[in-house]
């Protein structure tokens, strides 16, 4: 699976962004998908994680009720919706495909991965 993510940019505090990670390959429901952000001198931490039907998410607590992630199995393609966004967010944002039939937050067990797209918020 080739990963490709998209629609990082510049916005303002408390602004919105929609990122998209689309997939090559036939198999695209066959993992579960996740996105991950690194900042610099930071260690990759989970962000938001999809089942494979889409059935079942979770989320970081630090963007719990501010994020969406989805999915669209029919264009190969996982979205992050990110609102109310903050400076902290500002990350190199990557999405990840894991075969397995739950959902993870650890970046380890992850197979494949994105080139990342990065998202920065100014105050």
């Known amino acids: 699976v080739q990963l490709q993510a998209s629609g990082g940019g510049l916005v303002q505090a408390g602004g919105s962004l929609r990122l998209s990670c689309a997939a090559s390959?036939?198999?695209?429901?066959?993992?579960?998908m996740g996105w991950f952000r690194q900042a610099p001198g930071k260690e990759r931490e989970f962000v938001a994680g999809?089942?494979?039907?889409?059935?079942?998410?979770k989320y970081a607590d630090s963007v719990k009720g501010r994020s969406t992630i989805s999915r669209d199995n029919g264009k190969n393609t996982v979205y992050l919706q990110m609102n109310t966004l903050k400076p902290e967010d500002t990350a190199v944002y990557y999405c990840?495909?894991?075969?397995?039939?739950?959902?993870?937050?650890?970046?380890?067990?992850?197979?494949?991965w994105g080139q990342g797209t990065l998202v920065t918020v100014s105050s």
């Open positions: 990840a495909a894991d075969s397995s039939i739950v959902v993870r937050d650890v970046w380890y067990v992850y197979d494949y």
């Open positions: 390959g036939r198999t695209f429901s066959s993992y579960a």
């Open positions: 999809i089942s494979r039907g889409g059935i079942t998410t």
